[in-house]
């Protein structure tokens, strides 16, 4: 059964060579996606282009989907999967600062060294300021702690605080998805900018 | 049709499925296999049978004793303040009312097999605050029931210890020793305290 | 490649992460553990004596030899070879033709400051967090994500003029 890397005697090499392997498969999924223009990735907030949405929920939707078959099926203990945990302020302030560094760069770092690797000289610089923005939260650490660490609320899953069996919220946030999926083709209608968009 | 009507289509046919499928993580572990024995190898999770006496005699609310064995061993005699969860039942109880709490949860059976199993399933499936009295009901009776003291001097510890085991033993006596109606009144008394810690912040 | 088509691969790409090692994706973790094992090489004592350094140094691991950090270097390789594989490689600074080069580089370098610093604050970027975090139903996740969207459509237009 399934996470494999937690049964008991797997080597650690082995661990990591299979991140290195998930690496690449993730590197050519966001470039075959298009993901190595940051046209393209920007596009998302000026509706000429919404492939980004599209491809975010596709692939979040069908791992979703994915994992919940495997866990019925005895394949997958959901148990063992690492749910991110929830800091309240830290996760609000972090997604915000975040918004404003992806319409300045246009990447977010998966896509910006994929897009370094197929020679963007703008995600170069992208990569290196974001080590430099990494070195910066490392040395500003101490001032920030009691934001980082504070409203710690624990690896809160969505379904439960909503009150529903993880199926239900699944079809939902399908529901949810296909609607937004063509809202986006609306939007790449209206807002199209084929100057831009032949070029990405 | 376009792909994405097609991916739409596809996506909620499974969404459906997904919400009545009967899916629930609820009964299976969540540690690693070779994390959670060591777990309960550890000392920290035994209470000796005189740490328990010590809860016994001083009425200790923090600390809830559950007796694995069978309703009918259970009526003949008890530990007190235990309350019973037959071992066959375990697993077909919502353990989270009993376990989910602040207060300790110490299993114990007449050895320690049962008392050491229902440890693993505990905590595996995630109610860390579990421990195990060590021994069982055979330890409790050779320790605390049986004690004697034998010698001529005695240490303030062991003297501490025996008056412990003495009053322990003598609690044990008169409510095993009680007619069963009472026995089933003394423990109905206990089962109300307890659904009362449970209600309060639902 | 159809936008529905890659982001089924790519969430294949997820559902095999999980399945085989318990954990989704992420980026922005890489690129701190190269930040930590750099400042490490050089600087080992200051690293020692900080309370955020000192933790990836205990019991003598290596920074590198990390899930994340093999990830990323993964990621470079398989943007690489998909590059490669649809003719897409080439040296470029992609850009709207209405501003110049430094002032795209200039903002690349300071999106990437501001991006990887809220992303340690928010212990993940889309990769790691809002992707991740959905698809095994963490309520940080949905919130992070809407988050990073909320605010970059509300800072789009400050920006208009790099894009559009």
């Given at each position: ?15 990591l060579?299979i991140?290195f ?6 590197g ?31 692939a ?55 897009a ?23 040395e ?10 504070g ?6 899953k ?41 070029k990405? | ?23 629930s ?6 540690e ?5 024995l ?8 035994c209470f ?43 697993m ?8 989910n709490r ?49 010698g ?20 044990f ?14 423990r109905?008394s ?8 449970d209600?309060?912040?639902? | ?8 691969l ?27 094992s750099?400042?490490?090489?050089i600087d ?23 899930w ?27 850009k ?20 990887v ?35 970059a ?8 003029k790099?894009?559009?």
């Amino acid at each position: 059964m399934g996470p494999i890397t937690s049964l008991p005697g797997f080597p650690a090499w082995l661990d990591l060579l299979i991140a290195f392997i998930i690496g690449i498969g993730f590197g050519f999924a966001l470039e075959q996606a298009g993901f190595s223009s940051s046209r393209k990735l920007a596009g998302m907030f000026y509706g000429y282009d919404t492939t980004v949405i599209k491809v975010f929920f596709t692939a979040a939707i069908v791992a979703l989907v994915g994992s919940q078959f495997l866990s019925y099926l005895g394949l997958l203990n959901l148990n063992l999967v690492f749910v991110n945990e929830y800091y309240v302020t830290a996760s609000i302030v972090g997604g915000v600062i975040m918004g404003a560094g992806f319409i300045m760069g246009g990447f977010c770092p998966g896509t910006g060294v994929s897009a370094l690797s197929i020679g963007k000289i703008d995600a170069l610089f992208y990569v290196l300021g974001g080590l430099t923005g990494a070195f910066l939260f490392a040395e500003t650490y101490p001032l920030i702690q009691p934001l980082a660490n504070g409203a710690y609320r624990g690896p809160v899953k969505i379904n439960e605080v909503l009150g529903l069996s993880p199926g239900l919220f699944t079809l939902l946030m399908i529901a949810a998805a296909v609607v937004m999926f063509w809202l986006a083709e609306l939007a790449e209608k209206k807002f199209a900018r084929p100057d831009i968009t032949d070029k990405i | 049709m376009n792909t994405r009507q097609n991916l739409s289509a596809i996506l909620v046919l499974l969404g459906i499925i997904l919400a009545f499928l009967p899916l629930s993580g609820k009964y299976s572990l969540r540690e690693k296999p070779d994390k959670l024995l060591s777990e309960v190898l550890d000392e920290k999770t035994c209470f000796t049978a005189d740490q328990v006496a010590r809860f016994v005699v001083t009425e200790d609310s923090t600390v809830q004793l559950i007796d694995l064995r069978s309703a009918e061993e259970f009526k003949r005699f008890s530990i007190p303040g235990a309350i019973n969860i037959p071992y066959n039942e375990l697993m077909a109880l919502d353990l989270e009312s009993y376990l989910n709490r602040d207060v300790r949860s110490i299993f114990y059976s007449n050895g320690d097999y049962q008392s050491g199993y229902a440890l693993i399933i505990a905590r595996g499936l995630g109610y860390k605050n579990c421990f195990v009295m060590k021994g069982g009901l055979n330890e409790w009776y050779n320790l605390v029931m049986n004690s004697r003291f034998s010698g001529e001097t005695i240490t303030a510890r062991e003297n501490a210890l025996f008056e412990t085991r003495t009053k322990a033993r003598r609690m044990f006596t008169e409510l095993n020793s009680m007619p069963d109606s009472l026995k089933a009144r003394y423990r109905e008394s206990k089962e109300i305290e307890r659904k009362k810690l449970d209600g309060g912040c639902e | 490649m159809n936008p529905y088509l890659a982001g089924t691969l790519l969430g294949l790409v997820l559902l095999f992460s999980m399945y085989l090692a318990g954990r989704g994706l992420g980026a922005s973790g890489g690129l701190k553990y190269c930040v930590v094992s750099i400042v490490g090489a050089i600087d080992k004592s200051h690293a020692d004596k900080s309370v955020y350094y000192n933790k990836y140094f205990e019991d003598g691991q290596n920074p590198i030899s990390n899930w994340l950090t093999l990830v990323i270097f993964g990621v470079l390789a398989g943007g690489f070879i998909s590059g490669a594989v649809s003719k897409r490689l080439k040296f470029k600074i992609e850009k709207s033709p209405k501003i110049s080069n430094f002032r795209r580089l200039f903002f690349a370098f300071t999106g990437g400051v501001f991006f990887v610093y809220g992303a340690q604050l928010a212990r993940g970027c889309t990769s790691g967090a809002a992707l991740s975090g959905m698809a095994v139903l963490s309520l940080a996740g949905f919130i992070t994500m809407m988050a990073i969207f909320g605010s970059a459509y509300a800072f789009a237009w400050f920006f208009r003029k790099n894009w559009i």
